[in-house]
């Protein structure tokens, strides 16, 4: 089959991008030393860049698993910018259609089953989508928040003021403009760019598949300290409504941590989590899977015990939810 057509504008991008920060970045480092202004702005930039895109582009936008006060969609609708990853309203589209249609050759835009490279990069840089390209059917609701909609219509602007006019400041404020435009531009760009793709590319090949083995996700904390907490990607795909993708307190997960401290000064609102007996549920049955595989003669007992543990873990959880319920109602009474 005949390949479609290049898309230069992202071939010349990411190709300019990679070669400015690989070659630029050890030179300047060699005349120039290290220095700890363009490396913190560095930091600064990439931790707002990324954390907007897995906070907001993603858990907010495309799964709404929170509601976000309009300065905080306006902070990450900026930071999104700065992300160089389209504008929310294309890649909440794209988002949706890959848990829509996960793994599917023609239909997941970035589909695993594709290889590694397509996953990772490959999707972008070649018309392989033009007939969905502004197809935005799938993101309605997004289309009535005003915020999302100025983004789209000024993102050329907007991405230009965030990765050449930020980085501009920075540099004429240290005194090191060369320097921040190289580190704080283009090294944090490319940077950025790879570790968010590697949710699409690695965290869909390396880890483990603790609640679902029905698509290729993984859960992965290596990949979790890259991607600000998207590497419990495997969680994430089965539950993907919940504002949370490490659901443990020691799964490390910013975007997560980020969230709640928002909601606890009243800037995020609807935190959604699932329910906590499906998720044990599927772990159970995953770990069965794993067991009989290995063990097949154990089948028949592993399975009698399941229904009893999951009767035990239903009523459990239905206890716990009571005990909630009242201790909310009684809150409510004290303070009435
Ligand atoms: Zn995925
Ligand atoms: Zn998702």
């Known amino acids: 089959m005949k390949k479609p057509p290049i898309l230069w504008l992202n071939v010349s991008l990411f190709?300019?991008?990679?070669?400015?920060?690989?070659?630029?970045t050890p030179l300047y480092l060699f005349y120039q030393g290290f220095s700890w202004g363009l490396f913190t702005a560095f930091a600064a930039l990439a931790i707002y860049a990324g954390i907007s895109i897995t906070a907001g582009y993603h858990r907010l936008w495309s799964h709404r698993a929170?509601?976000?006060?309009?300065?905080?969609?306006?902070?990450?609708?900026l930071g999104g910018a700065l992300a160089l990853q389209n504008s929310i309203l294309h890649w909440a589209s794209d988002h949706r259609e890959h848990h829509k249609h996960v793994d599917h050759k023609d239909n997941d835009p970035y589909s695993i089953s594709r290889g590694f490279w397509f996953a990772h990069i490959g999707w972008m840089l070649r018309e392989y989508h033009e007939h969905r390209y502004n197809d935005y059917s799938n993101v309605k609701d997004l289309q009535?928040?005003?915020?999302?909609?100025w983004q789209h219509k000024y993102y050329l602007p907007l991405m230009l003021f965030m990765n050449v006019g930020v980085p501009l400041l920075i540099g004429l404020a240290l005194g090191q403009v060369w320097g921040a435009l190289l580190i704080a531009g283009f090294l944090r760009l490319v940077i950025g760019h790879h570790t968010t793709f590697f949710i699409n590319s690695l965290a869909h090949v390396w880890g483990k598949q603790t609640f679902t083995d029905r698509n290729s996700a993984r859960d992965n904390g290596w990949i979790a300290l890259l991607t600000y907490g998207e590497g419990y990607h495997n969680f994430h795909h089965i539950f993907s409504g919940d504002y949370r993708n490490g659901i443990r307190w020691y799964h490390f997960d910013p975007s997560k941590w980020l969230i709640r401290a928002f909601s606890w000064v009243g800037l995020a609102k609807?935190?959604?989590?699932?329910?906590?007996?499906?998720?044990?549920k599927a772990r159970l049955e995953m770990k069965i899977k794993r067991v009989v595989a290995k063990k097949p003669?154990?089948?028949e007992r592993l399975h009698e015990e399941y229904e009893v543990i999951l009767a035990e873990m239903q009523a459990y959880y239905q206890t716990q939810k009571q005990w909630l319920t009242r201790r909310k109602q009684i809150q409510r009474q004290l303070r009435a």
């Open 144 to 149: 009535k928040d005003k915020i999302v909609m």
């Open 15 to 24: 190709t300019i991008t990679f070669l400015v920060a690989a070659v630029g």
């Open 66 to 77: 929170w509601d976000g006060h309009w300065s905080v969609r306006l902070f990450f609708a």
């Open 270 to 280: 609807n935190l959604k989590k699932a329910n906590p007996y499906q998720i044990e």
């Open 297 to 299: 003669w154990l089948a």
